[in-house]
């Protein structure tokens, strides 16, 4: 057996060995945070959509409300956990996980803003079926105005909370963030590098830097909700933050905003950096556009501040109280 021959046998081994390694830290850390199963004791329907099963809930009696959380590879409908019980009195309320988040499927594929434009509509047309307000946050607001701007006649109020940044979502894939998606994708490396960018830890410097203001009053039970998201389905979990990375989710909604015809109304949390340049943005093309802001709440208002995001949703959905 001569030298080369050896050499190569060997680092065929080592590449062997550290791939075996890697899956089983990535097994054995989706174990560890899907192991508590907090999101399946919770009691969900199911929508089977053409590219996956949808899970959703609803609750209360009324005028319909669809919740579309924030689309992130942590997030679920637990984001809407202090909104649901108070808001069912007075509407009915469907809480969805999107496809890629939460308790719904996975698929392994390029996940776009018009995939969940279709989704929207799809769900409202099939499963409500009604006339439908729908309240939505961060990146969710692009798809939620665009499914608006196909089907208005499907929607009442629309009220968006700590929208994307217009030129953020106006960005498109580039050479290097297809290389980043490409890597990511990859089974063993690509997952363990998903597995440290959605870390545990992560999630709580997240929690305490960017989703709220008081960092005292976070719940603990929230990191571990978003942990376990961040996880389920196994070596699917990453599927959407592939898509995200390589920026095939987002979409320009300039004319969207300058061509939809209905009533549009932002909350935002008063403390996040910047909040009035991307407002400001989003007024520019929609004058109409009603805003307030949520003083000391960051991302998530309606887990920090739930009465005044409760408060002003009563107000928009003309709800007696």
């Known amino acids: ?26 097994k054995a850390n989706t174990k ?21 099963k949808i899970s959703y809930s609803v609750t209360g009696e009324g005028k319909p409300v669809l919740l579309v959380h924030n689309l992130k590879e942590d997030s679920s409908s637990v984001e809407w956990a ?6 069912s009195r007075t509407n009915t309320v469907y809480s969805i996980d999107l496809l890629g988040c939460g308790l719904s499927d996975r698929p392994d594929i390029t996940y776009t803003s018009y ?57 498109t894939p580039s050479k290097r963030t297809r290389t ?10 690509g997952s363990f590098i998903y597995n440290m960018l959605t870390a545990k830890n992560i999630i709580e410097e997240n929690f305490k830097e960017k989703y709220y203001y008081d960092a005292e009053h976070i719940p603990e039970a ?3 909700y978003y942990y376990e998201s961040s996880h389920l389905k196994g070596k699917d ?17 300039i004319r969207t905003l300058k061509n939809i015809n209905k009533n549009i109304h932002i909350l935002a949390g008063r403390e996040i950096p910047n909040i ?7 007024q520019y093309y929609n004058p109409a556009i009603e805003v307030e802001y949520i003083p000391y709440t960051k991302e998530l208002p309606q887990l920090e501040a739930p009465d005044e995001i409760l408060k002003f949703i009563n107000l928009y959905l003309e709800n007696e109280i």
């Not at 560890?32 to 996956?52: D, M």
């Not at 998606?181 to 490396?189: D, G, Q, R, W």
């Not at 009035?276 to 989003?282: F, K, L, P």
Request: net charge positive.
């Open 1 to 26: 057996m001569n030298k080369k021959f050896t050499i190569t046998l060997s680092l065929i081994g080592v590449t062997i060995t550290t791939f075996i390694g890697l899956s089983a830290i990535n």
């Open 32 to 52: 560890l945070a899907t192991s508590k199963e907090l999101l399946n004791n919770k009691n969900k329907e199911i929508y089977h959509w053409r590219f996956g």
């Open 82 to 87: 202090e909104i649901i019980s108070k808001l």
């Open 115 to 171: 995939m969940y434009t279709q989704l929207i509509n799809d769900f409202i047309n099939n499963i409500i079926k009604k006339k439908t307000s729908v309240i939505t946050t961060g990146k969710s607001s692009s798809f939620v105005l665009d499914a608006c701007n196909t089907n208005e006649e499907a929607f009442e109020e629309l009220i968006l909370i700590n929208p994307e940044n217009i030129r953020l979502l106006h960005k």
């Open 180 to 189: 980043a998606a490409f890597i990511l994708k990859l089974p063993s490396i």
């Open 222 to 224: 929230l990191y571990d």
């Open 237 to 253: 979990a990453k599927n959407l933050s592939v898509s995200l990375v390589g920026r095939y989710t987002n979409a320009n909604i």
């Open 276 to 282: 009035e340049n991307t407002i400001n943005e989003y």
